[in-house]
């Protein structure tokens, strides 16, 4: 059974730092991309950041690049976002998701469109 996992999410003040986590089971991290997408309420959902488990790339929405790191711990099948600097426009739920065949980056896909499997999500508030 597939089954994608967030947590790390919380209630933070602007300017501080959340590492959000997405454990995997039921499949392995090198043979996805897995990426992170966030939707904030009366929003479209949108693509924060990805990684290509099996040649390491990765991509960054241009509203985190330079903010947010992903990375994955394969020995765990697990993938984290760090988030710093967070602004309250970075509220959202987060949703972690795996694509087998998902190319990261890929403008007709920045919603999540081609990804298999999707978890519950976890939700970011970020106060001013």
């Known amino acids: 059974e597939v089954q994608l996992v967030e947590s790390g999410g919380g209630l933070v003040q602007a300017g501080g730092s959340l590492r959000l986590s997405c454990a995997a089971s039921?499949?392995?991290?090198?043979?996805?991309?897995i990426g992170w997408f966030r939707q904030a309420p009366g929003k479209e959902r949108e693509g924060v950041s990805c990684?290509?488990?099996?040649?390491?790339?990765?991509w960054y929405d241009d509203s985190a690049s330079g903010r947010f790191t992903i990375s994955s711990d394969n020995a765990k099948n697990t993938m984290y976002l760090q988030m710093n600097s967070l602004k309250p426009e970075d509220t959202a739920v987060y949703y972690c998701?795996?694509?087998?065949?998902?190319?990261?980056?890929?403008?007709?896909?920045?919603?999540?469109?081609?990804?298999?499997?999707w978890g519950k999500g976890t939700l970011v508030t970020v106060s001013s």
């Open positions: 998701a795996a694509g087998e065949y998902y190319y990261c980056g890929d403008p007709g896909l920045r919603s999540g469109a081609g990804m298999d499997y």
């Open positions: 039921g499949f392995t991290f090198d043979d996805y991309a």
């Open positions: 990684i290509m488990s099996s040649n390491g790339r990765t």
